[in-house]
């Protein structure tokens, strides 16, 4: 394994993390600033769409359902995920409950997609649910603490994980189509959506000054380029230390932006459950690693690495001759690791007979 593409997941993790600072440092409103970043988007891949012969435009008539959903969680999605941002009492709050979504895809491709659940998803789930209630501290749980963060705010965090998670479910569902047509079509969907709330519920409000323009534009270019940035590194490295390096880079470096921009830190009980939430993730990335490091009928080197893998829910058998292999059970990564584009894999059709 290279060091490219780990590189460029830390930078798209750093890159991410100056998204969600810059996020709270605008007054912009959540439809006003999706508008423009979809706007943007709509301006970068449609081009992209029609310079690269293999792609397209239009999903095939059994994906466009899926396609249509995803989009609408996408958009719903990116809307709480600013917002909670902006109204949380640390911006690493809002992140830490964002990235914990790993942990809830996978129980909920176990649910949706059937995929094999074990002890692995179901300590991710605790970890991460654990990690949550520490960040928002509920007072029948840790009575009156300072900071407490507004029940909108708390709401809007946890239906921004559960949304990127059933995302990413979607996103499994596609596994054929294009990136680059997924983000197409989430900004055609998107922006007249956008146009018709921001218009007839919130009314517009267009930057003031040079300063709040100058917000905008790191935002809508960060969030583009950190998404694009994390697609080209799982492209060229495993899922799993692409992922761990993420989540480091994003929830890390944040924590100093907050301390030096806001002059902020925040409480041990909130640091904990960014921690608790980042460990989950990254414990789902290890799982990821494993499954691409130790392919189906490799046979295991070690009695600590069999009870290792039997841990994380990667399936052994033992052959006719006694030796024990690795079977896997249609285990997928948990994160969204859509490559930019990917030809549908072709289907033998029956022999026809006489």
Wanted: net charge positive.
């Amino acid at each position: 394994m290279g060091f490219g593409g780990l590189i460029l997941a830390l930078t798209a993790g750093i890159v991410m993390s100056v998204y969600d600072l810059t996020n709270r440092l605008t007054t912009l409103k959540a439809s006003e600033i999706l508008v423009f970043r979809q706007v943007l988007m709509l301006l970068l891949s449609a081009p992209a769409i029609h310079c690269r012969k293999d792609a397209q435009f239009v999903p095939n008539t059994e994906d466009w359902f899926i396609v249509f959903v995803r989009a609408v969680l996408s958009t719903v999605n990116m809307s709480l995920n600013i917002y909670s941002l902006q109204h949380m009492p640390y911006v690493t709050d809002a992140s830490g409950i964002m990235y914990s979504y790993p942990a809830f895809s996978a129980l909920l491709a176990c649910i949706i997609l059937k995929e094999p659940c074990g002890f692995i998803e179901v300590l991710t789930t605790i970890l991460a649910t654990a990690g949550i209630l520490m960040i928002t501290h509920p007072a029948f749980l840790f009575g009156n603490v300072a900071d407490h963060p507004p029940l909108t705010a708390i709401l809007t965090s946890i239906g921004t994980c559960i949304t990127m998670a059933l995302t990413v479910v979607m996103i499994r569902r596609l596994r054929h189509v294009s990136f680059l047509m997924m983000a197409f079509w989430n900004a055609v969907l998107g922006v007249p959506v956008m146009v018709i709330v921001t218009t007839i519920i919130q009314g517009w409000e267009l930057p003031m000054g040079w300063f709040q323009w100058l917000n905008l534009l790191i935002i809508c270019f960060s969030g583009v380029i950190g998404r694009s940035l994390f697609t080209i590194a799982v492209q060229m490295e495993s899922a799993g230390p692409v992922s761990i390096l993420y989540t480091l880079g994003v929830l890390g470096p944040l924590f100093l932006w907050q301390y030096l921009v806001l002059g902020v830190i925040p409480p041990w009980i909130s640091i904990c459950g960014v921690i608790a939430t980042g460990v989950s993730a990254i414990v789902i990335a290890v799982k990821i690693w494993l499954l691409d490091k130790y392919r189906d009928g490799v046979k295991p080197s070690s009695r600590p690495l069999v009870f290792v893998l039997w841990l994380f829910n990667i399936t052994q058998e033992r052959k006719a001759g006694g030796e024990l292999v690795i079977r896997h059970k249609n285990s997928l990564p948990a994160l969204e690791t859509v490559p930019l584009y990917q030809q549908p894999e072709a289907k033998e059709l029956p022999p026809k007979l006489n």
